[in-house]
């Protein structure tokens, strides 16, 4: 028992130098998909970002709210229209987004953190004025309250920051155009936080394993690419449909200055801490070259 | 037009003695009623607070969201059923209670201040731990998930304080006794505040004048009591109706310590204003003795 | 008489994006003249600093003090003797301006301040080392101990805006080619700390409108000028006499980095303040370009 | 001529323990008489000072100014009545004691105190509502604007020594029973505000050598007493005249928790110098006990 | 193999209630024995140090050093006299001692901190006089320059600790009965260190697992005991020999207000990170009651 | 004997220019050789350090330790090889030349300090990887462990000095090209800290009186050179033997950055206080030009 014992602490030492590399270091994660779904990947990813919190790391979450913003719109019956994969946002449909953003996933997200010992702050792009956006344009369509981020003050996310909080963030906007409130999409948002935070590591959680050579084949998962090796790549399909923009958030991110992105699987357990503190990546990390 | 001028400025020199009064001092609003739903009202409620909180004084501002909760159940179809007056809160009823307070009426206050130049930060019983809660019990009566708040961690709203924000916050619980978020009542949510935070004030807005010898004759306010009339002016039913839980909060926010209450009239435009910065009050002011 | 006092608010409220803009920023202001002679003017000039001071303006009071220098040269039967309209200063008049100035006017100042509830510390050139001087020498005339100022020291100013007190000061200088005290011209003094300062404002309070086109006729005032309109205003005398230097400390400060300077009538009640957080400027503003 | 400079450099050593001792403590010096008029003694106190406020000292000088005060009145040939030894105070005669003191006697102090490298603030008693007086009242005696200090408020001394200034204050003290200004003893100004501090010594420089048993035989020097030898020495006569409100003073800072306290002779060079830095207290030093 | 991380992730957040519960917290390690003798095992106990001190624990290492000091009292062909178990330690002696305990012990393990990327600064009980000893005296017996423990200044090891640094203290105090150095005992020193610094946990490796029921059967391993307890194992023989002045310490350490003590094993790998971030106890601890 | 005290008192003035000037700079001084030997000069030391100290100066002190370290070898009969002056420092030796050095010289400093009431801490090499090394090559031959150094981290020295410590440094490195430790000349890593650290002076204690015309002849003492003459002085062999390094080190100091280097007498009681009070130099000062 002793050997095993000894066994496990040292494991705890193999994460010594990763703790050390992100100390004091700010990494910004897209939490989003099936870890934010499922109760046990859930726990995990809260763990997760609690444990990186207390080694030292500033950790600041983004999140979305995809199914819960759908049930919310099935309950008051209240159907959407998709322009080029886009959500037709009405001033309806913007309310119900904002309220269950930044009202329920955010706060129970904060409650969760609260709960296993962690300290959080739930923001959205409001508070503070933190996220400012105006209507998104795109050769003439109307996509009604999509916005798109014109500018991010990041002082309330250092403020919270800097009082040993970990901030949660709502991906909506306040417009700079009149007085709406702008959906907008949280990778994007995450990417663009984590430039204006200096932050080193940008990691989105998705539900998939990474970019693959195959998507069919787990086996022919790309381990690490860099952002000349991204062209050819989209070029031959395999960087392709919703990819597509998850990758553009970090090469947006990388041409800012982060050090690394990471495309990572939220449907495994802790894949957050393993791909941070362990050799072995388990998703897609771009760098810049 | 140069005495109209020097009379105007005089007006602003009046308020001198109470905004030294109130300097670095914090005060607790509790926002409701009228002046949330109003368009000029609110626009008033809300230059008033960037105003006293830009000479100096801590402002916190506790807000409840009865209509737009109504409003929402009744999209979704969702009937209330009361118990002693409290609507009994199931699951779904406590989650559009916390996604309307949290994420539509307190984040659009937060947007509010922002574009009149103020610095707010959005936040619920939740963020921090602030507001901790558990189930109501009366006399054994079940009312689901209405809550009574154990304890107040008032740590987070000294920080955002201490960064310069208006910290505006909903009144929901986090609990203690599971994993539930309760619904509390956001006049004792705001007396139990000032007392945590050691405010000097705490000002309640309603819809009516405050405390009057007869409701139907705007000049029988009662401009000023003590706690030891409370007893007699129950007794007379001069306080009665809604009005007791309100002076309830007041009476526990004087026992608490802080110096005094304020039952104002909310459908006034800029009555926290004048009940500040001048002499006349224009509500009823409560005091220990 | 609700209405009234929702009025009275309103006009508050006017104040609010004013007081947004000068927060934290630091404003000099020359006083003099009738304003420091007359007791309600004055009483009206202290209570505007205190109250501009409590909204969160650092504010720098010079202060010359004419008359009171006549009375007290009068009392010893000392007459002066005046070169080119400067008062040639032997070693006891020095001693007279001196003592009446950095003890008498100075110090009243101070206590007038304390009084309203301010909080004030008196200093002059020589504290800290603050205002250094050396002989006036203009085509070799000997004015005994008027002196010029070569370098401004700001760090006692800073220091005491930073422990949140305003600092009046007292315009002589101490002397740096040899053991005198000179006498400074106090528009000059405060031209100069305003740029040592990095000041956003310099007001000089004068017994005059402004710049007038006439004189004679009060709806002549001049609102505002630029750098570039003055030696036109010089050249056909509407700047002239006594308001040309006026204009020249102006010039002064724009030129180092003061973002705007008025010439503002200390014999209307209350000027500061109407000229601050009000659109009715009532004197004349000359900006930069 | 090397033995003669370590020998040199062992005096300096032998103040270490001095320095050591009252390194970051607080010393009040009463400065007046004879080493504030004659121009060699005045240059070794002015030393004396900035070298203690150099080796880690807070040294705090207050200072009366009775010669400057007589030169002026008599230029202005006002007669002063004297009632028990108290000047009768006027209101012109107190604008002159205030303008002499604060406004030349501090100020060039101040002077002086920079021109050897020291860093200089001159305050008086309104400066930051230091000292608070009202008028004198002895057995229905009316002695004008002579006062007595009801008040020491030391947060203006605390700010400038905080910010590394030697505050030089003018025994002046604002009136809280008025307007008015008050003329007060700067011994007992002295005493109280080294009780107000925290001061560990009071100093009062004099013109005598300290107590002594016989006043014409300077060998005669009581070098130290206590609290409870005073009585006696007082019956005596041995402490007399203008000896024993100066000894009342030292007993006053005693017992408001002062360690120490010194009355010594200003008139030999560097007297505070040698009574903090040597063993050989030259004049008399006053303990609780 | 997914699996795989995931489990080594599982058991990095099985640390995270106890990292929790000793964030920012201090505890004091003595380390000594075959912990530090054995490479492997210094290497591990090194890496402990640091990972602990990085995720927010304030690590305070206290060792000994008898293997190099026999070493090097073998090298000079000296004697040793043992009297009661103590060595007797002549001038001689004592300077070997000091030189290898603080020459050369400490500062390779401050190397050998360093090297992993911890932050160690060597320091011993003469550093900021923290330390202060007397001869150690004993039934009159002499046994030259041991000493014992009068004071612990612990002021230079909390400025250490302040800036970042894990503290490496040798068990060498300044003696203030003369101008000696004495040589203290390392487990007393740490447990009066672990006193005087508030530290809420000591740890003693040692070479043995722990206190047992039966030293020679691993299973007869005592978990816990309280204060209570320890006369009866005395008594018992159950602590005996040179585990008396251990189990001695602890009880000192818990008298002085440290919550709890640990006498664990420093021949297993990893000792301390098991005794503190697991439940697996695996030596003995002693508490309070 | 007033007199005499006023004569002592004028001493301590004299010092003021000079304690002034040298107010919150730090000053590195090499302390070595006979001065480190003779107790009575050791005494003399310790105290201009402590006294120093006290006027506000940071002294950071770095020692050598040749007779003590020969005194070790001498004992374990341990024989020495030097190979162009440089000693051979083989493991064991080197071992011999860090205890020696950080645990015994070191250590005895502090503790010398702190008994006349200074705040010290011994620091070496490796505390806070403040010194790193690699091994010494010099055409191929080898020194064995003897090292120079490669790169000098202050952040640790910074950080004693900042909270008040007086640093001793003893001049051994951390090696980064293995687990090495080097021993390093103490001119060179004085002359290299001098540097890092921004000092304003460095000052060498040697066993002369400086720089001398003919060595013979006290009188020919050079008492300061530029730069530019040292060529000249070294081909005339006035710079030559063991003062060619001393030279090179205080031109390796001003070329970094410091202003004025000296090479002063430890032989002479107090030089270094000489040196620095005093306009008298008792050695050779080297300045830029």
Redesign the interface.
Known sequence: ??QD??D??????Q???Y??KF?KETIVIKYGGNAMVHPLLKD?VI??I??LS???INIVVVHGGGPDIND?LA??QKESRFIDGLRYTDQETM?IV???????V???L??LI????G??????G????MICGVQLKKQDKDYGLVGEIVNINPE?VN??L??G?IPVISS?A?GIDG?S?YNINADTAAAKLSVALGAIKLILLTDVRGIMNNVDDNDSLISQITLEGIPLLKERNIISGGMIPKVDCCVEALNGGVERTHIIDGR???SI??EL??D?G?GTMITKG
């Open positions: 028992m002793v014992l000894s496990k602490a040292n494991l705890l030492i994460a010594l130098p703790i050390q100390n995990a763990k997760d609690v444990l207390l080694v030292g919310m309950k008051i309310d904002q309220q269950v953003l930044c009202g329920k955010n706060k129970n904060v409650s609260n709960r296993v010992g300290k959080a702050v739930g923001l959205c409001m508070d503070g004025g309330v403020d919270t800097d009082k909080y909506v306040q007085n409130v495994i357990a802790h801490l393993i503190l362990s072995e388990i």
